[in-house]
T-cell receptor, first 116, second 114 residues
Framework: AQSVTQLGSHVSVSEGALVLLRCNYS??????LFWYVQYPNQGLQLLLK??????LVKGINGFEAEFKKSETSFHLTKPSAHMSDAAEYFC??????????????FGGGTRVLVKP | KAGVTQTPRYLIKTRGQQVTLSCSPI?????VSWYQQTPGQGLQFLFE???????NKGNFPGRFSGRQFSNSRSEMNVSTLELGDSALYLC?????????????FGPGTRLLVL
C-alpha cells in the first residue's frame, strides 16, 4: 500500500526565511504527488501537483516542489516565508497504476508557524 | 463558480445515534470523495463516488456508508456512532475522477460524538 511520510509535524520559521517541508513516498512506481494547505477551520487547497511532466513544479503563493525519484521525495519550498503562510501542509499521493478513480493517501501533515 | 459546500458545518450527536452529512460538488464535477480527519489518524480516505456508483472504498467499517445522486450531490451516513467517530469530515469533488485531477475540498463538517 502507498504511504507518505512528512518529516516534522511542526516547523517554525522566521518571516522572510526559507520554508522547507519534507515529503517522502513509498512506491516502486512513482505516484502522482500533491501538496495541499489547510488554514484553520477550512478545507484543503491545492498548492501544486506532480504528474510526471517537469520535475520542478511551481505552485501558488510562491511555493514550488521538486520531484526526486532517486530519493523518493517531493519536498516543498518557498524562498521567503510570509505571515500568511502559517497553516498546516499535507503531502498526498495518488496511485498511478491502479484502476481509475480518485483516492488520495495523505502524510501526517506539517504545521508551519511563522515568527515575525 | 461556487465551491464545494458541505452541510451542516457542525454537528453534535450521542453514541449510538446515526448521522447523515451532505456534500454538493462544484457544478459539472461528477466525482465526490469523502475523507475523515482526526488528530490521531490524520486524513483518511473513506470512499469515492462517480456517476452514482461507489468506485473506491477505504478501510472503514460498514457503519460508514454513502451514496451519490443523479445531480452528483453526495451524502455519507454513519450509523451507531462511536466516540472515535468524532472528526472533521471533508468532501472533495473533481471533474471526472481521474487520478491526476485536482480535488477541490469543501470546508468540512465537524462532528462531535458525546
Amino acid at each position: 500500500a502507498q504511504s507518505v511520510t512528512q518529516l516534522g509535524s511542526h516547523v517554525s520559521v522566521s518571516e522572510g526565511a526559507l520554508v522547507l517541508l519534507r515529503c517522502n513516498y513509498s512506491s516502486s512506481v512513482p505516484p502522482y504527488l500533491f501538496w495541499y494547505v489547510q488554514y484553520p477551520n477550512q478545507g484543503l487547497q491545492l498548492l501544486l501537483k506532480y504528474t510526471s511532466a517537469a520535475t520542478l513544479v511551481k505552485g501558488i503563493n510562491g511555493f514550488e516542489a521538486e520531484f526526486k525519484k532517486s530519493e523518493t521525495s517531493f519536498h516543498l519550498t518557498k524562498p521567503s516565508a510570509h505571515m500568511s503562510d502559517a497553516a498546516e501542509y499535507f503531502c498526498a499521493v495518488s496511485d498511478r497504476i491502479k484502476a481509475a478513480g480518485n483516492k488520495l493517501t495523505f502524510g501526517g501533515g506539517t504545521r508551519v508557524l511563522v515568527k515575525p | 463558480k461556487a465551491g464545494v459546500t458541505q452541510t451542516p458545518r457542525y454537528l453534535i450527536k450521542t453514541r449510538g445515534q446515526q448521522v447523515t452529512l451532505s456534500c454538493s460538488p462544484i457544478s459539472g464535477h461528477r466525482s465526490v470523495s469523502w475523507y475523515q480527519q482526526t488528530p490521531g489518524q490524520g486524513l483518511q480516505f473513506l470512499f469515492e463516488y462517480f456517476s452514482e456508483t461507489q468506485r473506491n472504498k477505504g478501510n472503514f467499517p460498514g457503519r460508514f456508508s454513502g451514496r451519490q445522486f443523479s445531480n452528483s450531490r453526495s451524502e455519507m451516513n454513519v450509523s451507531t456512532l462511536e466516540l472515535g467517530d468524532s472528526a472533521l469530515y471533508l468532501c472533495a469533488s473533481s471533474l471526472g475522477g481521474d487520478r491526476i485531477e485536482t480535488q477541490y475540498f469543501g470546508p468540512g463538517t465537524r462532528l462531535l460524538v458525546l
